[in-house]
């Protein structure tokens, strides 16, 4: 598959399934007003008002989506809660992008007993339970950002390792890399500037695949208390904030729980049609 | 049959150890002790301290120590539960976790493999959607968003269902907590079902039963459950491991007194020996489950087998 027809694909794709659309578009519709919207709030996410507490969402005072028991204002903190989930998951993917992409080429384009032993290794790594390493990490270290970011990156690469190996394995019987290996450029070059280049495709889902699962992981990790700490927040933190106030301040709780569900939804739905249209056996149906 | 369930075994092991030596130096890198936090000690005492738990040892020593009391179910005292070991409160902990874990489970694949089968024996109808449409909803909301909704529309609002699993004794506590903990996998089994029963409905041999007049019912039964439940089977490895992460939360919502609320606790008040049993204990249960399902899906499937 060429980046040509792949484009054209993903097009008619876009143009035939509103879904796709739907989902997109409130994607970027959040991360939008994310940014945008504490700019034109009069509040700041960390101000406390003892005189302002457990107010209901109200446009008086532009209180959009109430406050929390510290008075604080909830539109903002939650915007700045879809901030930092974004990013998190953003940069987490991109690190498990880099490994998964990394490991996989060489294990795919050097084959043999060294690609029997990666992906023994691999098959090894998916019995691990990560997640309670992870939180272990989290505890055993001060919670920074930086250790976040390359956790939840390190446990997600394992998937894009397998499928970039296997997209390897088609691409070096290709006659560009027979030229390369003919005019004498080296391994490492051939895989990193001529096999992975056109991985694009494949991994583009992936990491949109990718993303909703580091989202869950940050989320997790922020709800237990041991991500990203206060006053800073994210969606899992708001919403571990809201369990404790529910009987009273329900709106505390289905805000941030709503965007994050809605978030992971249109995360999901999008990796899953834009898996349909990279995948071959589709065209049979 | 035999050579391949060793061969798997020896794979068991060493992932088994690898976690193990992971989580250790993790908690031995940590910066600072595990006590500095509290007052400042004379040096005696901190001494006579790290001398009780075996922190004035060098680390391999310090490990084969370690290694040595998890083989016999020693995995040294809490270090802030005072009197009490970390296998006590794992032990104390352990029966109502298993019995949360493996009503949740029993439900997710009763549910999600009869979900999928309808679905798929109805493509496209208005089931198949709304199953489908419930399942992706299942999949893309987290356990710790689907527990707290849970409890503030059937105990806070309804007032149907007891909000905390230890205020109340009737059965009835156990509803909550095992759906928030299935719902999750129901989907995604469902997902798995629905395709894997679409594939086997459409392959030359379920044509054949219907042409000598098999009705779908029997064929179902009969001839596609057992070959479209494979992929479910192998999904189980994955799924336990699901299960186990959403109790730690499950249980602290409702108020579970089980090892992952003990876990939580130990997590934020950095109970290092506590944190680190668990996790080898998770870690073990997790592997050791794996280790089944792999056999039973070679015993099922003998593709697998000579492979």
């Known amino acids: 598959m060429n980046a040509g027809v792949l484009a054209s694909r993903f097009t008619?794709?876009?143009?035939?399934?509103?879904?796709?659309?739907?989902?997109?578009?409130t994607l970027i519709a959040i991360a939008v007003v994310s940014l945008i919207g504490p700019w034109i709030s009069p509040h700041s996410y960390l101000t406390t008002d003892f005189d302002g507490r457990f107010i209901k969402p109200t446009v008086e005072a532009f209180h959009l989506f109430g406050t929390d028991d510290l008075g604080r204002d909830l539109f903002v903190r939650t915007l700045m809660g879809v901030q930092v989930t974004l990013l998190v998951a953003v940069v987490a993917s991109i690190v498990s992008l880099v490994i998964g992409v990394a490991?996989?080429?060489?294990?795919?384009?050097?084959?043999?007993r060294v690609d029997a032993v990666m992906m023994r290794i691999v098959?090894?790594?998916?019995?691990?339970?990560?997640?309670?390493?992870?939180?272990?990490l989290m505890v055993v270290f001060k919670r920074n950002f930086l250790l976040i970011f390359v956790a939840i990156g390190a446990i997600n690469w394992l998937d894009m390792a397998r499928i970039v190996r296997g997209q390897t394995i088609s691409l070096k019987q290709r006659e560009f890399v027979d030229a390369a290996k003919l005019i004498g450029v080296s391994t490492w070059r051939i895989i990193f500037r001529h096999i992975t280049p056109n991985l694009l495709g494949v991994v583009v889902v992936y990491v949109t695949l990718t993303i909703p699962q580091a989202i869950l992981v940050e989320s997790f990790l922020s709800f237990l208390g041991l991500g990203v700490q206060e006053p800073q927040t994210s969606l899992g933190a708001l919403v571990n904030g809201g369990v404790g106030q529910m009987e009273q301040a329900s709106w505390m709780l289905l805000i941030p729980a709503v965007l994050l569900a809605v978030i992971l939804f249109c995360f999901n739905f999008l990796g899953d049609g834009l898996r349909d249209v990279f995948d071959p056996r589709r065209e049979s149906r | 049959?035999?050579?391949?369930?060793?061969?798997?075994?020896?794979?068991?092991?060493?992932?088994?150890?690898?976690?193990?030596?992971?989580?250790?130096?993790?908690?031995?890198?940590?910066?600072?002790?595990?006590?500095?936090?509290?007052?400042?000690?004379?040096?005696?005492?901190?001494?006579?301290?790290?001398?009780?738990?075996?922190?004035?040892?060098?680390?391999?020593?310090?490990?084969?120590?370690?290694?040595?009391?998890?083989?016999?179910?020693?995995?040294?005292?809490?270090?802030?539960?005072?009197d009490y070991t970390v296998a006590e409160l794992i032990g104390g902990a352990i029966l109502i976790s298993l019995k949360l874990g493996a009503l949740a489970m029993a439900l997710a694949i009763i549910i999600g493999v009869c979900a999928g089968t309808l679905a798929a024996q109805r493509r496209n109808s208005l089931l198949d959607r709304m199953t489908m449409a419930?399942?992706?909803?299942?999949?893309?909301?987290?356990?710790?968003?689907?527990?707290?909704?849970?409890?503030?529309?059937f105990a806070v609002q309804l007032r149907w269902l007891p909000a905390s699993f230890s205020g109340s004794t009737s059965g009835w506590r156990f509803l909550l907590p095992v759906i928030a903990l299935a719902l999750p996998q129901i989907a995604y089994i469902a997902r798995l079902m629905r395709a894997s029963m679409i594939d086997v409905l459409g392959s030359d041999y379920i044509r054949t039963a219907r042409a000598q007049g098999l009705g779908t019912a029997a064929i179902i039964r009969h001839h596609a459950m057992?070959?479209?439940?494979?992929?479910?089977?192998?999904?189980?490895?994955?799924?336990?491991?699901?299960?186990?992460?959403?109790?730690?939360?499950?249980?602290?919502?409702?108020?579970?007194?089980?090892?992952?609320?003990?876990?939580?606790?130990?997590a934020l008040n950095r109970d290092y020996t506590l944190?680190?049993?668990?996790?080898?204990?998770?870690?073990?249960?997790?592997?050791?489950?794996?280790?089944?399902?792999?056999?039973?899906y070679g015993f099922v499937d003998p593709r697998i087998r000579h492979r």
């Open chain 1, 12 to 25: 008619a794709e876009l143009r035939r399934s509103r879904s796709i659309r739907i989902c997109g578009g």
């Open chain 2, 226 to 266: 057992k070959p479209a439940m494979l992929p479910v089977l192998s999904y189980m490895g994955p799924a336990i491991a699901a299960v186990l992460t959403g109790s730690v939360v499950v249980e602290e919502i409702f108020g579970v007194p089980g090892v992952g609320q003990f876990f939580i606790r130990g």
């Open chain 2, 134 to 153: 419930f399942a992706m909803t299942g999949i893309s909301v987290p356990v710790f968003v689907i527990a707290p909704l849970l409890i503030l529309f």
């Open chain 2, 1 to 82: 049959m035999l050579r391949f369930a060793l061969l798997r075994l020896l794979w068991a092991i060493p992932t088994l150890l690898l976690v193990i030596v992971l989580a250790f130096l993790m908690v031995h890198a940590a910066p600072g002790g595990p006590f500095d936090a509290e007052r400042s000690l004379p040096p005696e005492i901190e001494a006579n301290i790290a001398e009780f738990y075996h922190l004035d040892e060098p680390l391999p020593q310090q490990f084969t120590r370690y290694l040595k009391g998890i083989l016999k179910g020693d995995f040294g005292p809490s270090y802030r539960y005072r």
């Open chain 1, 103 to 112: 490991y996989g080429a060489v294990a795919g384009y050097v084959g043999g």
């Open chain 2, 275 to 296: 944190v680190l049993g668990i996790v080898i204990f998770y870690a073990t249960l997790v592997i050791t489950l794996n280790f089944i399902v792999d056999v039973l």
């Open chain 1, 123 to 136: 098959d090894a790594l998916y019995a691990l339970p990560f997640i309670f390493l992870v939180i272990l």
